[in-house]
C-alpha cells in the first residue's frame, strides 16, 4: 500500500491552488484542515467511516457534522472526496502537507523542538531567534516536553534536526565505548 504522505500529497496541493488566494487567508484554511485532521484521527469516526451499512452521503453528513462550524465549499468538497475514494485516514497527512506548502510560500518553517524541562516563553524565544539565524528561516515553534531526554533540547526543522539532549549524548558515547 502507498505511503499515507504520497495519497495525501495530491489532495492537499489541489486545495492549496483552489484557496491560495481566498479572501480567508491561508492562516484560516490551516484552522480548518487542522479541525478536520482531528476529527477524522478519532477511533470511533474511523471505525464509522468503514461501516459498510452507510453510504457515502451518510459518511459525509457524519464527518461535517463533527465540525463545529459550516465548511467553506472547497473544505466541504475535499470532505466529500476523501469519503467518496475511502481516504479519510488521510486527512491528518493533507493537513500537514497544506502547512508545508504555507510555510513555504511565506518562507516559513515549523521548528518542533522538544525539550526535557519546560521552557518559557523566553527561553524558547532566544532558542528560536538562533535557529533563525542559522537556517535563514522565519520559524514557527511547537513545544513539547519528555523527560526521557534527561537534560537539552531536540529541535527538528524539516529534515534537519539537532539534538543536544543529555539521551543523545549517551548513546553516542555508548557507541564510541562499543566500538
Do not use: C
Not at 45 to 57: I, Y
Not at 148 to 156: D, P, S
Amino acid at each position: 500500500m502507498a505511503e499515507l504522505s504520497t495519497i495525501a500529497r495530491p489532495y492537499a496541493e489541489a486545495l492549496f491552488e483552489a484557496v491560495r488566494n481566498d479572501a480567508r487567508g491561508l492562516e484560516s484554511w490551516s484552522d480548518i484542515l487542522s479541525l478536520l485532521a482531528q476529527v477524522s484521527s478519532l477511533p470511533d469516526v474511523l471505525e464509522a467511516m468503514g461501516d459498510p451499512r452507510l453510504s457515502d452521503a451518510q459518511r459525509i453528513q457524519l464527518l461535517t457534522g463533527l465540525i463545529p462550524q459550516a465548511l467553506p465549499e472547497p473544505a466541504a468538497n475535499l470532505v466529500a472526496l476523501v469519503v467518496e475514494n475511502h481516504r479519510v485516514q488521510v486527512l491528518p497527512q493533507i493537513a500537514e502537507q497544506f502547512e508545508q506548502l504555507r510555510n513555504q510560500l511565506e518562507g516559513t518553517a515549523l521548528a518542533r523542538i522538544t525539550s526535557a524541562f519546560p521552557l518559557d516563553d523566553a527561553q524558547v524565544a532566544g532558542l528560536v531567534q538562533g535557529l533563525e539565524r542559522k537556517f535563514g528561516l522565519k520559524l514557527k515553534s511547537q513545544v513539547t516536553v519528555d523527560p526521557e531526554l534527561i537534560g537539552g533540547v531536540r529541535v527538528a526543522v524539516g529534515d534537519h534536526v539537532l539534538d543536544t539532549s543529555v539521551q543523545a549524548r549517551l548513546a553516542s558515547l555508548r557507541d564510541t565505548l562499543a566500538a
